[in-house]
């Protein structure tokens, strides 16, 4: 009888792993679907799954189905690496130039807007890039003892904040406000600053959710484009709901040449930490490279982690 219970329960659990591996092979799927597109962004953690499921099957004596599975997940994981590797920039030992914030902080956030303006006042980041912005509004001019120069609102309206702002200690020269598509229900901004004369592009932006589908495909493609048409070294960042790991973000990545941190820490959900999905990035192009980068130190009633990064513009000069 208990033998019985324990074969079923074997087969169970490796049906289990199939199905799991039916769902990661569609999140490989270049399909504009809203299922395929969620599937892409956490094909990493439901491969990690797959990967306990089958030691979990060869400790219990199904040594075949286990070493099945667990070869499959190592192929995944094999073809996540080789997506990411040429996109992916391993921290500099130079000295940074520039500190960057980046934080998504929730719109309805509104109780936690005091804490979340104390905190950016005294983080000594030249740029904070915000999304949802609604939580800080009420501060902004608080806030412009430390970020004089402030774009993201006026773009829609005399006096009206739009949800992605940009906060600066340098002066943003040549500011624009604008959207990716028609599609899009965010705004994007963009402004350029100097450091030591050198020039740097800086744009702020959030895209759609993975389940508006080919709307948010559409946005990546206007990403793309308004890439390619700057010169110079440019930063990124913003909330791209997407993973770093999901195609249309790598095919972006691969198409501008614009680098991403090779360990990101994960953003959403906050209550997962570094083992979140990293939908929330910083990027940079050209041979600037990250001395450092972390989720803040505290999320502040936001649903998603916010990214402290330390920049280096010319880091062999060190």
């Known amino acids: 009888m208990l033998r019985t219970i324990a074969l079923e329960t074997r ?7 199939l199905l799991l591996t039916c769902l990661i092979a569609l999140g490989h799927l270049d399909w504009q679907d809203p299922l395929i597109m969620i599937l892409g962004n ?3 953690h439901i491969t990690a799954l797959l990967v306990f499921i089958a030691l979990a099957l060869m400790v219990a004596g199904a040594r075949i189905r286990g070493v099945l599975l667990l070869g499959g997940a190592v192929f995944v994981l094999a073809l996540v690496y080789r ?3 040429p996109s992916s920039r391993l921290m500099a030992t130079a000295e940074p130039d520039l500190k ?5 902080m929730l719109g309805s956030n509104t109780e936690n807007g005091p804490s979340i303006a104390d905190y950016l006042l005294q983080s000594h980041a030249d740029l904070v890039l915000l999304n949802e912005s609604g939580p800080v509004v009420p501060f902004l001019e608080a806030l412009a003892a430390r970020y004089p120069f402030q774009l993201g609102c006026g773009g829609e309206g005399e006096g009206k904040c739009g949800d992605v702002l940009m906060l600066s200690r340098l002066d943003l020269k040549e500011p624009r406000i604008t959207r990716l598509t028609g599609a899009s229900g965010h705004q994007t901004v963009i402004a350029r600053v100097e450091i030591d004369g050198a ?4 744009i702020a932006t959030q895209l759609l959710r993975p389940y508006f589908g080919e709307q948010q495909i559409g946005e990546f493609n206007a990403l793309r484009r308004l890439l390619d048409g700057l010169e110079g070294k440019t930063l990124v960042a913003g909330d791209f709901n997407a993973a770093a790991w999901f195609g249309p973000f790598s095919d972006l990545l691969d198409a501008t040449g614009i680098k991403r941190a090779a360990f990101e820490p994960g953003t959403w959900p906050v209550e997962l930490g570094d083992l979140g999905a990293s939908i929330d990035h910083v990027l940079v192009s050209g041979n600037a490279a990250f001395t450092a980068i972390s989720a803040m130190p505290d999320h502040f009633g936001s649903n998603h982690r916010g990214l402290v990064a330390e920049i280096a513009l010319t880091p062999e000069r060190q």
């Open 100 to 104: 960057i914030i980046a934080f998504n």
């Open 83 to 85: 997506d990411l590797a």
């Open 11 to 17: 087969g169970a659990v490796f049906a289990l792993g």
């Open 199 to 202: 020039p740097l592009n800086v």
């Open 42 to 44: 956490i094909r990493v």
